[in-house]
């Protein structure tokens, strides 16, 4: 990676820009990552040459923009291991995507007094549509808490779990400290007590190779904008057995097989789960993306994400009343800290000042930082097109603004 690094950062326009008078140094790859050329030309392509609705058209256009969409779900289900591409439903995103299975879940399947488990590391969107599924069907959440290395406590799993745990749906990495949890070790433990796992995969995906088969989840979200796609894109992957069994989400065109005003019967999957017209664009961009990925490597970008991470922790570590918040060993490219009698978004704005954008604050996490006993931290996240030189900007940046606010 560090041989081509140059390259790489030609294919994202937006990092020549300046920021502030300097040159921008985007550290926020958790929130959300930059696109390459091949990416932003997909969608300008799409709408130049190839637009027309899918699925429904028997001319030539919409042939032509069917088979590109559906180009991406066969890319989709290489990119996850999926048997099948039946097995890939597009959402808008990774919240779209619980949303859909907490509903779908909340009809018949997760019934009053049932209990769903949840940690304490998740993200807003893994947690409030289980609160409202508790709320309309009268089910019970649960919590497996976290040490103080940000790891799950795994020895707490025999007793939360009991015959009325219905789902386990919890985070591969966390985003507000990286932490990558034992999805193998969380989703055996779920089969052995039949109950359903669903897994956060949207800080996942774009670092670590996913495998749902290795895995044997039974279902797998994630977001095509934080894997160098476009927003409004998602994908829920799930089994197809499953998928099967339960009810559709929204109703409309394309999901559909015969309506009569008596009774309506589904579509196939995984237009079951699609009604309306989908992202079109974006999915065919998110396939740009994926090739991108792939062109790559996604062991590669780990081993040299792994490598900015273990630098940048490094010199952090030397900042006097530092507090990394998330020092498992076991973490990818996420470095979320707090500084002693500083807070978090008084650095931030200073380090905006002079060009490095990094996201400050709760992070969709608040019963994290609630765990902490933090308002917040600052997190600097790394993606394969930062650089060493950038770190050290970051750190220059950061002494400079820890003076200032002293
Ligand atoms: N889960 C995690 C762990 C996330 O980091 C995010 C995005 N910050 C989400 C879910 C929600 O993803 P999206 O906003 O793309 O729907």
């Known amino acids: 990676m560090k041989d081509r690094i140059l390259q ?25 990552t930059q696109k390459p050329l091949e990416v932003i030309d997909a969608i300008s392509n799409y709408y130049t040459t190839q637009n027309a609705n899918v699925h429904r058209g028997n001319h030539s ?27 890939i439903v597009f959402t808008r995103g990774t919240t779209e995507a619980i949303n859909l299975l907490s509903k779908i879940l909340a009809k018949g399947t997760i019934k009053k007094g049932d209990e769903i488990l949840v940690t304490e590391m998740e993200h807003h969107s893994n947690i409030v549509p289980w609160q409202m599924v508790c709320e309309e069907i009268g089910a019970i959440l649960k919590v497996l808490p976290i040490n103080t290395k940000g790891e799950l406590e795994l020895n707490k799993l025999d ?8 789902v386990f749906s919890f985070a591969h990495v966390s985003n507000a400290m990286g932490t990558i949890n034992p999805i193998k070790e969380l989703v055996a433990t779920t089969k052995s007590h039949g109950i359903i796992s669903i897994i956060d995969g949207a800080q996942a995906a774009s670092h670590i190779p996913v495998d749902v088969q290795d895995i044997g989840c039974d279902f797998y979200c994630f977001s095509g904008h934080k894997i160098y796609g476009p927003t409004g894109i998602g994908v829920i992957y799930g089994k197809e057995e499953l998928l099967n069994q339960l009810p559709p989400y929204h109703g ?15 579509n196939v999957l995984p237009f079951k789960f699609e009604a309306g017209t989908p992202n079109i664009a974006d999915t065919i961009a998110f396939g740009a993306a994926l090739d991108y ?42 470095l979320s800290f707090v500084i ?37 931290t600052v997190r600097a996240s790394f993606a394969f097109y930062n650089t060493f030189e950038e770190i050290d900007i970051f750190i220059d940046a950061l002494q400079k603004s820890m003076r200032m606010l002293k």
Do not use: W
């Open 159 to 166: 007793e939360l779990i009991t015959n009325k745990t219905r």
């Open 252 to 266: 409309g065109g394309e999901m559909i097989d015969k309506v009569t005003f008596e009774k309506t019967t589904y």
């Open 340 to 376: 002693a009698g500083i807070h978090p978004t008084d650095i931030g704005i200073l380090l905006d000042k002079m060009g490095i954008a990094v996201r400050t604050g709760q992070h969709c996490a608040q019963p994290l930082m609630d765990k902490f006993k933090i308002p917040g």
């Open 61 to 87: 256009l919409s042939q032509l923009a069917t088979t590109y969409y559906e180009n991406v779900r066969e890319k989709v289900r290489v990119f996850v291991n999926a048997k099948s591409s039946t097995e």
């Open 293 to 334: 990925v792939n062109e790559l490597g996604i062991e590669k970008i780990a081993a040299y994400e792994h490598e900015l991470l273990t630098y940048a922790t490094g010199k952090l570590m030397q900042l006097e009343g530092m507090q990394i918040i998330g020092t498992t060993n076991n973490k990818t490219s996420v």
């Open 8 to 32: 790489i950062r030609k294919d994202f326009p937006i990092l020549q820009q300046h920021v502030n008078g300097n040159p921008l140094v985007y550290f926020d790859n958790a929130a959300t």
